[in-house]
């Protein structure tokens, strides 16, 4: 990320427009097109389900997720998706987004997206996604930004009051407390039997157990504080205001009418149109609202919530002077208050603390820990005692937390006892610990304690979404209650539990609480699993921590596996629609792995040359590896610029073959077996990967490229050691080297001879071109004619075998 704003390098686009216009979406679409990316997102769950359909689309291998407190770092990732705080401003990316940009006039959190706006720019492309209102302020502080208005994809249109009891199906009620949306629940569970609830100050886990319940259609309405606001994807057809005005950390206030909007317009996903209103609990909205409601036209943002990026460290003070540095824009409004700079004013005055925080490396370490963020929302003064006796271990010693005193802090949050209240006040504290645990310099055995609080904090959001089920879903509780065990039924007769075939499959897991798992907890087990939990065998068959999961069958083609779940008929809705995805994504691995790592989607983008997009495409298709007959051309078009790129990428240009260097070695190459023959519905051909040769008759008709094959003659040859042959006869006495090698392959006389002259070149001399042979007639000698076995022609390194009738055929 380039962190200069006066840098023009970068292409800008700012997209503003109303809910439901797709910014989102074409922004992923966009970055996809970028060999690498990033995108900040205004909250944890909502970077998480950008995550989950980047990963979809492909693999996890490939995207890192980053917020306060979750990070899922692969080896090399080529795409960030981020909290807007997170993300990491001294990473170079090709494209960089941040969505929801008009929170830049957000009282508290405004000055970070402010931040982004003046200095975040990805090398190639940036984008800045949010409302219609920051158009002034994107044209006067971004003037080459190219600025398009984002209109929306269905209507949206006011229905007036409603009672409960009215309401149609698929409807949200929202409300600003926590208080006030158990108490509509529980309204809406009398008179409908069951919602799901949504609020802020749930877990990712608990959040989208809840989401994919109602997604699922176990239960029709859902409760929710305005968390649903910024960017979940729900199917709502109405939403339905409790109440017009929220505390927001300083007052009570009405909502403005594009906060309403924003919410509002939750309601008719993609072409669906949706409606709102209020309960009759409340009086109508104001007709000056519902206009500006229906049209999207809100005043526009005139100010931005600033603070000073370039701190003093040298003392305390000076960092409180700098951080109090009023703005010199006169579009900006200097942040009023924050917790961090609240926290560093508080510790300043700790004579302990100014002791120590005299040197710029002791008050940057003060700075850190200030903004740890405070969960809870409680006593201010209990969350200083805490920074403070953090900030004392960490400037002492060896410059670690103390490993008794973090046990002392966290055990007693290892408890799923209690009620919803307890365990969501367990949940706030926790996520402050999972939030330092990946301070990995401030920890012994950093990993530990990630694990170690990521635990908890599962087992209290599956507690928390158990609790919620039970309170506000009468008809589910049974079903939600309901384990994975293995169940010892009669011989000859079928146990009564639907989940009675699938806690065999999986044997007894042990939840939680001790006892055996629940279908949420296990689905949000393999949901959050690393690729490394999975295998994957040359069948196409997944487990799961060595229990048979699902199994991958055939798609539209090879690079797109589709994902048959074993036992389907015992998962929800919601649940078989969450490991669809989790492994959809694993399938995205897969073929990843298969094409050595190549990101071929990144390629094939509208700002790629055509040839550039040409390749890519081609590559894909072959799984990394394509002909020197379909790629030539398209090679020659590129520029240099442009064929170092793929150079970059692994690409190599071969002798027969233009390849990714990966997708020849030995595990893509297995990759490879499994995706094709999943493909052409066929037993992968005895040897395949494994032996360097086949005889033709061996690969049975199929198509040799399709499984890593080149066919020399009366042989196949791996496409690998084609290469490395092809390389040593451009060298001097290499036509001697390769015959030495084909010797070393067991191949006789004849063979070996005829191998050569398809590669080019005749033993013990120079290479030579490849004659033409006369039409008709099979070469002498062949190996096929001794064996008298019937198989394709001697020339069928040029033309493949013709494919089996009714079946599918990898492209090779």
Known sequence: MNSSPSSRSSVVVAELGPTNTGKTHRAIERMLEHDTGMMGLPLRLLAREVYDRVTARVGEGRVALMTGEEKRLPPRPDYWICTVEAMPTDRQVDFLAVDEIQLAAHRERG????????????????WFLGADTMRPMVQALIPHASVKRATRLSQLRYSGTRSLKSLPPRSAVVAFSADRVYELAEALRRLRGGVAVVLGALSPRTRNAQVA?????????????????????????????????????????????????????????????????????????????????????????????????????????????????????????????????????ELSNVPAIRDVATQRATVELLWQVCQIPDFRKGLFGQHVALLRETFLQLSEGDGKLEQDWLSKQVSPLDDVSGDIHTLMDRLAAIRIWTYISHRSSWLHDAEHWQERTRRIEDALGDALHERLVERFVQRAARRSARRFVR?????????????????????????????????????????????????????????????????????????????????????????????????????????TEAMGGFPAEALTGSGRSAATRGLAYCLAEGLGVTSQGEAREQWRLLDEESRERLRALGVREGQRFLYVAGALAPPALERRAMLTALFQRSPVPQGIPREPV??????????????????????????????????????????????????????????????????????????????????GGRAPGSALDKSGANGPPAHAGSHPPPRRSGTGEGSG
Do not use: C
């Not at 639907?498 to 806690?503: D, I, Q, V």
């Not at 596996?561 to 694993?586: D, S």
């Not at 066919?711 to 290499?734: K, Q, S, T, Y």
């Open 213 to 345: 319940m109602y997604q699922s259609g176990e239960v029709q309405y859902l409760v929710a504080t305005d968390a649903i606001g910024m960017g979940l994807n729900l199917d709502l057809n109405h939403v339905a205001f409790a109440a017009l005005s929220k505390f927001d950390g300083a007052e009570q206030r009405e909502l403005f009418p594009d906060e309403l909007a924003q919410i509002a317009g939750r309601a008719g996903r993609h072409l669906n149109d949706g409606t709102f209103g209020t309960l009759n609990s409340l009086s109508e909205l104001p007709p000056r609202v519902v206009s500006a409601i229906e049209s999207h036209r809100f005043p526009a943002v005139r100010s931005l919530i600033w603070r000073n990026a370039t701190l003093d460290f040298s003392s305390p003070e000076s960092l409180l002077d700098s951080l109090s540095r009023a703005p010199n824009h006169h579009a900006f409004i200097r942040v009023e208050r924050a917790d961090d700079f609240d926290a560093l004013k």
């Open 487 to 591: 169940t010892a039924a009669r011989p000859g007769t079928e146990s009564d539990s639907p989940f009675a075939k699938l806690g065999q499959l999986l044997g007894e897991v042990p939840g939680a609480d001790g006892g055996a798992m629940t279908e949420e907890q296990f689905v949000q087990q393999v949901v959050d699993a690393t690729h490394d939990a999975f295998e994957v065998d040359a069948s196409g068959s997944i487990s799961f921590e060595g229990q048979p999961l699902a199994r991958l069958v055939r798609g539209k083609d090879r690079r797109t596996p589709q994902i048959a779940l074993a036992e389907p008929e015992v998962w929800t809705g919601g649940a078989r629609r969450l490991l669809e995805r989790r492994l959809v994504a694993l399938s995205r691995d897969l073929v």
């Open 111 to 126: 000055h970070v997206f402010t931040d982004r706006l003046l200095h975040a720019r990805g090398r190639r492309e940036t």
């Open 694 to 775: 086949l005889e033709l008759a061996e690969l049975g008709g199929w198509n040799a490229r399709a499984f890593g094959y080149e066919v020399l003659g009366p042989v196949a040859l791996r496409i690998d050691i084609v290469e490395r042959l092809g390389e040593a006869l451009r060298h001097p006495n290499g036509a001697q080297q390769v015959h030495t090698f084909l010797q070393e392959l067991k191949l006789d006389s004849g063979v070996r001879a005829r191998v050569l002259r398809e590669l080019g070149g005749r033993s013990g001399r120079a290479p030579v071109k490849r004659r033409r042979r006369r039409r």
